[in-house]
């Protein structure tokens, strides 16, 4: 039997645009991204494996030697484990940022993939970010429908991997907030 995200995205274009296939979305708690490609090809990659070892799957990947995050299977615990582990602070340790981890990108909803924005209902993503954020209306809807995103989002990434139409997406952020 299908998944519904299997069944949606049979139905939708899913595909990479120009600006997003060259971002690369880094782990958490980044606060000087240049040292990714000074020290990260050069690194054993413990952060990867501590996040495998307290995720199911681990969503800390390799990517040309640089780790990276991958929401497809689930989101970030903000553990900070990575951090913990990394040698040469490329990942910082800030216990005040842990709600805040600094992430180089946003998560938000495309409209025009959302089954919410189509008249369909849909609460994916708003029953997921319940069940793992201790906030509530990180993800609010006028209604039934039209969802957005709020500034209490930490951008954990879990309703990412269940919307089943891929319409929960990264966009690249410039500079360190």
Same mark, same amino acid.
């Given at each position: ?19 997003t ?18 020290? %990260? $090809?050069?690194?054993? &990659?413990?952060?990867?494996?501590? +996040?495998?070892?307290? /995720?199911?799957?681990?969503?800390? *990947?390799?990517?040309?030697g ?5 929401f ?13 582990v990394?040698?040469y ?15 180089n ?8 993939? %959302? $089954?919410?924005?189509h &008249?369909?209902?849909?609460?994916? +993503?708003?029953?997921? /970010?319940?069940?793992?954020?201790? *906030? ?19 951008n954990c ?5 269940v ?15």
């Amino acid at each position: 039997m299908l998944s519904r995200r299997e069944l949606f995205s049979r139905f939708t274009m899913v595909g990479a645009t120009k600006e997003t296939q060259s971002f690369v979305p880094l782990p958490p708690y980044n606060f000087n991204r240049s040292l990714f490609s000074k020290f %990260c $090809l050069e690194c054993t &990659k413990d952060c990867v494996r501590a +996040c495998s070892e307290v /995720c199911k799957e681990g969503i800390l *990947k390799i990517f040309e030697g640089i780790p990276y995050v991958d929401f497809t299977q689930e989101g970030c615990l903000l553990c900070q484990e990575c951090a913990k582990v990394c040698s040469y602070d490329v990942l910082e340790l800030r216990e005040e940022e842990r709600k805040n981890p600094n992430w180089n990108f946003k998560i938000e909803i495309s409209a025009d993939k %959302c $089954l919410a924005y189509h &008249k369909t209902l849909c609460n994916s +993503c708003k029953d997921i /970010c319940r069940g793992v954020n201790d *906030k509530k209306d990180i993800i609010h809807f006028t209604g039934l429908f039209y969802p957005e995103i709020t500034e209490n989002c930490t951008n954990c990434g879990f309703c990412i991997s269940v919307c089943p139409t891929y319409a929960i997406v990264l966009t690249p952020r410039k500079e360190a907030i």
